[in-house]
């Protein structure tokens, strides 16, 4: 257990509202990752971060911003949350070759 | 495009038997594979993994198989248990660090006493 958390659990909001989700992690791992699951999908990559204020974009990243200002949270920002948006967002770390999983955070835009 | 995919939303196997779940991918610069096992309303969790290198690993119960020229790889569970009964994505990665990961859709193992 790498020592991740997300915030919340859960949330419901409306369409055209800003959005964001937390992750924080204790295990002072370099790399952290949010996807996104959706049913027939897997999981799909929005942002990572290689280190503090380094991020780049994953495979869908369209709507989607992040931040890193310490090591241990990395947020996500939906700037204005569409009902496409509507799934379960994944925290990870990344030590060695292995990613480490967060509990997740279920989104609905209503 | 997908580029990983587990064409077998789901699978029953009895208990003690082998579950078999299976992935192709198309992308044969992918260097690392791995396989993750995921419970309702928790994160994945990591199993197993292989690399590019190799055809086969094990560990315990679950050996990974791959297959480069097929595009090709499997998780063999023997004997299979009720606990394993979740959800199993298979990954890519084009390093050999596991980063930037590539995942299939699933598969649902159900696994019946």
């Known amino acids: 257990d790498a020592g991740i958390t997300q915030s919340p659990r859960h949330k419901v909001t409306e369409t055209g509202t800003p959005v964001t989700l937390r992750c924080h992690q204790t295990e002072n791992h370099r790399y952290m990752y949010w996807y996104r699951q959706d049913p027939g999908h897997g999981l799909r990559l929005i942002h990572y971060s290689y280190g503090v204020k380094d991020t780049d974009k994953g495979e869908v990243s369209d709507g989607y911003s992040v931040s890193r200002s310490k090591t241990e949270d990395f947020l996500l920002t939906l700037e204005s949350a569409t009902s496409s948006q509507t799934s379960v967002y994944f925290c990870?770390?990344?030590?060695?070759?292995?990613?480490?999983f967060g509990p997740g955070t279920r989104l609905t835009v209503l | 495009d997908q580029q990983v995919k587990q064409n077998s939303p789901s699978l029953s196997v009895q208990e003690g038997r082998i579950s078999i779940l299976n992935c192709d991918y198309t992308?044969?610069?992918?260097?690392?594979f791995l396989w993750y096992k995921k419970y309702p309303a928790e994160g994945p969790t990591f199993l197993i993994s292989?690399?590019?290198?190799?055809d086969k690993n094990e560990d315990g119960r679950f050996t990974v198989f791959l297959n480069k020229s097929a595009k090709h790889l499997s998780l063999h569970i023997v004997p299979s248990q009720p606990g394993d009964s979740a959800v199993y994505f298979c990954a890519a990665s084009l390093d050999n660090a596991g980063n930037m990961l590539t995942f299939g859709g699933g598969t649902r193992l159900m696994v019946k006493p």
């Open positions: 292989i690399s590019s290198i190799k």
């Open positions: 990870a770390t990344r030590d060695n070759n292995e990613q480490f």
């Open positions: 992308n044969s610069m992918f260097d690392y």
